[in-house]
């Protein structure tokens, strides 16, 4: 597609509930990133992969969280047992470049994911 | 530790008149400085960066910002500001020796009234 896509847009779920939340990015972006925005606050890191290698991983909350990315296109969040405090939007967001060799590379995000826990 | 402080919640301006989005940062080696803005219901969108070089740079739609280091500021500016410039902008800042990592700002709203 011709932009980072993001799947599903909305999802609701109780709390203790298992959760996965889907980046598509674009073609051929090797830099993929995830980001958590809670209401009213800018995006924080949560973790990064350049192909398929999750090279940083110290933004990720709790060892509820887990990202992965097999094939080095599409990336999956998945957080276990979701709590309350897990609610917010989940961005994803791609880069052409290597980030660990070009530091100034301009991301692409996608809509996000909006995370309702009740 | 690197740090970005965005210090107002929400700019109104006039459409036609210059307008300014205060963004000041922390870190302790040389800054990479970004401006994304957020749309409703859209992804944030790259505006505008500084890595070096130039203390003023230019970006998408006539939006510049300016670094200055004595006051760790990257301001966003435009000289003549349209009611559709209207929406969520974050200032974001990186520190190349602490990984591949975006911090961002708290985000400011700018309403650009007719």
């Known amino acids: 597609g011709a932009g980072v896509s993001q799947s599903p847009r909305y999802k609701v779920a109780k709390r203790g509930q298992d959760v996965a939340l889907r980046c598509d990015p674009i073609?051929?972006?090797?830099?993929l990133f995830w980001y958590q925005q809670a209401l009213g606050q800018g995006p924080e890191f949560l973790t990064y992969?350049?192909?398929?290698?999750?090279?940083?991983k110290s933004g990720l909350p709790s060892d509820r969280f887990f990202a992965e990315r097999p094939e080095g296109s599409v990336s999956t969040l998945k957080i276990q047992r979701t709590q309350q405090e897990d609610s917010a939007v989940y961005l994803c967001?791609?880069?052409?470049?290597?980030?660990?060799?070009?530091?100034?590379?301009?991301?692409?995000f996608g809509s996000g994911t909006q995370l309702s826990v009740l | 530790a690197q740090s970005v402080a965005q210090p107002e919640d929400q700019v109104n301006v006039a459409e036609g008149n210059p307008l300014t989005v205060k963004c000041t940062y922390s870190?302790?080696?040389?800054?990479?400085l970004f401006w994304y803005v957020q749309y409703p219901n859209r992804g944030l969108q790259f505006l505008l960066k500084?890595?070096?070089?130039?203390?003023l740079v230019k970006g998408s739609y006539g939006f510049e910002a300016e670094f200055n280091k004595s006051q760790t500021s990257f301001h966003l500016k435009k000289p003549s500001a349209l009611v559709s410039d209207s929406a969520l902008y974050f200032c974001?800042?990186?520190?190349?020796?602490?990984?591949?990592?975006?911090?961002f700002g708290a985000g400011t709203i700018l309403r650009v009234k007719s």
């Open positions: 967001a791609s880069s052409l470049v290597d980030s660990t060799r070009q530091a100034n590379e301009k991301l692409f």
């Open positions: 073609s051929g972006h090797v830099s």
């Open positions: 992969f350049q192909n398929e290698a999750q090279l940083d």
């Open positions: 870190v302790s080696g040389n800054p990479y």
């Open positions: 500084y890595i070096t070089g130039d203390n």
């Open positions: 974001a800042v990186r520190d190349p020796r602490y990984g591949n990592k975006l911090v």
